[in-house]
Structures are given as structure tokens and as C-alpha cells.
């Protein structure tokens, strides 16, 4: 009877082990608010974040947040430090090359950040710097557009750097994502004084299709679950949720 116990436990310990959630790691640059920051507690804050554990809750797995600085994390995939990026990246043909994304998980306009007043279209800033996230769709489309007729493009390692340095003089306009341009620095004291100016810049040859989870070349199996899980999410309301708690706008796009 003891051994027929004992043997039990053991099976049902076992069972347990094997019954425990896998873990999902995502890679995700921490310098992109509100989609991604680091929390006073040291902890991961932001849209992505809650979207990741979102999908994560979807998938019956647990969710693990790995750091990476922006232009690092394709070649950190790739490397096996974690399985998916979840950072705000745009699907372009460019970067399907190097990875395999899933659908879409949202869709925002770009935008330039300038002086109040001023008027935009592909002269404008001649002689004159635009800051620019490094290694971003951002990057490449001001460098064709404002680049070519005699724009500095200035890149930084960090968006919020950008910001700091317009407001210093030290370039004369952001390139950036609307929602990070509107939250981290239009609302903000030091936004005073300057506006969106000029049209959304969405072209899909730069931009793509929004921006999606890229997971290694070839790893189908687990970009169809996340693409079940997006689906998931979108239905049951916890991707409304999410994006409530940040935007006033619905982010997924057409």
C-alpha cells in the first residue's frame, strides 16, 4: 500500500514538472516609451510589455522580458538569446530577409517633430539636422527623403536622446513614431513651443505593414501561434485593454 503511495506521488510530481508552462522570451529595446521603458522598480513598463504578457496569458505560457539595445536584437535572435522580438519593429521587406515576422500587432503613422509654424515638404531642411532613432524605418526614409536634398540625419541610440537635443537647438526636427513623438514629448513642458507638422508618413515601402513579432527564419510553428494569439486578444478584449491604458486612439490601424 506505502509503495503504491509513494509511487503515486512520484508520478504526480512528475506530471506537475511536465504540466509547467513553457517560458516565451522576448526581446525588446527598453528605451521606447510609453511602448517600452524601464520602470523606478527596475521593472519593464509599456505598451509592449503588456502586450507581450498579453499574448503570453493567450498561450498558456510565462513571459520573460530580455533587454536589448535596438540595433542588437535582429542579430541577438538570431544568436538563440531569445525567441521572439516584440519591440515596436515594423515588417519590411528589408528585415524579412534576416527574420520571419507575424501579422501585425499595430500600426502608427511616423511624424516630424519641428517649431510650431513651420511648413514641411522634402526642401525644408536643407542645411538642417533631423534626429532619427538608429537603424529604424525613420532612419532610412529621412536619409531618402529630407537626406538626398541636403538634410543631416543625425542617429541616436535612444529616441528620448532626440528630443533632448531639439529642445537644445542641437538638431532642428525629429523624425519619429506619432505615439512616442506625441507622449514623450509634445505633452510634456519641454514640447511647448513645437507641434507635429507636415502629413502622416506611412509609405509601406519604408514603413511596411506595421509593426509585427519577428521570430527567427523559418520558425513558422511558433509565428502561427503568435498569430493566434494576436487573433485571441483582438476578440476577447485584452488587446483593448492593453491599448486603452496608453492611447486614446485605436493603434491596430487599418
Same mark, same amino acid.
Not at 59 to 79: E, F, R, S
Not at 120 to 148: C, H, M, P
Not at 172 to 187: I, P, S
Not at 199 to 224: H, Q, R
Given at each position: 500500500?506505502?509503495k503504491?503511495l509513494v509511487l503515486?506521488?512520484?508520478?504526480?510530481?512528475l506530471f506537475?514538472?511536465g504540466?509547467?508552462a513553457e517560458?516565451?522570451?522576448? =526581446?525588446m529595446?527598453?528605451?521606447?516609451?510609453?511602448?517600452?521603458?524601464?520602470?523606478?522598480?527596475?521593472?519593464?513598463q509599456?505598451f509592449d510589455?503588456?502586450?507581450a504578457?498579453?499574448?503570453c496569458?493567450?498561450?498558456k505560457?510565462?513571459?520573460q522580458i530580455?533587454?536589448?539595445?535596438?540595433d542588437?536584437?535582429?542579430?541577438?535572435?538570431?544568436?538563440?538569446?531569445f525567441?521572439a522580438i516584440?519591440s515596436s519593429?515594423q515588417?519590411t521587406?528589408?528585415?524579412?530577409k534576416?527574420?520571419?515576422?507575424?501579422?501585425k500587432y499595430?500600426?502608427?503613422?511616423?511624424r516630424?517633430?519641428t517649431?510650431?509654424?513651420t511648413?514641411?515638404?522634402?526642401?525644408?531642411?536643407?542645411g538642417?539636422?533631423?534626429g532619427?532613432?538608429r537603424?529604424?524605418?525613420?532612419?532610412k526614409?529621412?536619409?531618402d527623403?529630407w537626406?538626398k536634398d541636403?538634410?543631416?540625419?543625425v542617429a541616436?541610440?535612444?529616441?528620448?536622446?532626440s528630443?533632448?537635443d531639439?529642445k537644445?537647438g542641437r538638431?532642428?526636427?525629429v523624425f519619429?513614431?506619432?505615439?512616442?513623438g506625441?507622449?514623450e514629448f509634445?505633452?510634456?513642458a519641454?514640447g511647448?513651443?513645437?507641434?507635429?507638422? =507636415?502629413?502622416n508618413?506611412?509609405?509601406p515601402?519604408?514603413?511596411g505593414?506595421g509593426a509585427g513579432?519577428?521570430?527567427k527564419?523559418?520558425?513558422?510553428?511558433l509565428a502561427e501561434?503568435?498569430?493566434k494569439?494576436?487573433a485571441?486578444?483582438?476578440?476577447n478584449?485584452s488587446?483593448k485593454?492593453?491599448q486603452?491604458k496608453?492611447f486614446s486612439?485605436d493603434?491596430?490601424g487599418?
Amino acid at each position: 500500500m506505502k509503495k503504491t503511495l509513494v509511487l503515486g506521488v512520484i508520478a504526480a510530481s512528475l506530471f506537475s514538472i511536465g504540466a509547467q508552462a513553457e517560458t516565451l522570451r522576448f =526581446g525588446m529595446d527598453m528605451n521606447y516609451p510609453p511602448f517600452s521603458k524601464q520602470g523606478a522598480d527596475g521593472k519593464p513598463q509599456g505598451f509592449d510589455v503588456d502586450m507581450a504578457n498579453a499574448l503570453c496569458a493567450a498561450m498558456k505560457a510565462t513571459c520573460q522580458i530580455v533587454p536589448q539595445d535596438w540595433d542588437g536584437l535582429i542579430p541577438a535572435l538570431n544568436a538563440n538569446k531569445f525567441d521572439a522580438i516584440i519591440s515596436s519593429m515594423q515588417i519590411t521587406p528589408e528585415r524579412q530577409k534576416a527574420v520571419d515576422f507575424t501579422n501585425k500587432y499595430y500600426n502608427i503613422a511616423s511624424r516630424i517633430i519641428t517649431k510650431v509654424g513651420t511648413k514641411v515638404d522634402q526642401n525644408t531642411f536643407k542645411g538642417k539636422k533631423i534626429g532619427v532613432l538608429r537603424a529604424s524605418t525613420q532612419e532610412k526614409f529621412a536619409k531618402d527623403y529630407w537626406g538626398k536634398d541636403g538634410a543631416s540625419i543625425v542617429a541616436y541610440n535612444k529616441a528620448p536622446e532626440s528630443f533632448l537635443d531639439l529642445k537644445a537647438g542641437r538638431v532642428d526636427a525629429v523624425f519619429v513614431d506619432g505615439a512616442v513623438g506625441d507622449q514623450e514629448f509634445l505633452k510634456t513642458a519641454n514640447g511647448k513651443g513645437y507641434a507635429f507638422v =507636415g502629413p502622416n508618413y506611412s509609405d509601406p515601402k519604408y514603413f511596411g505593414l506595421g509593426a509585427g513579432i519577428a521570430v527567427k527564419k523559418g520558425n513558422k510553428a511558433l509565428a502561427e501561434r503568435l498569430n493566434k494569439a494576436i487573433a485571441e486578444i483582438r476578440k476577447n478584449g485584452s488587446y483593448k485593454k492593453v491599448q486603452d491604458k496608453y492611447f486614446s486612439f485605436d493603434v491596430y490601424g487599418n
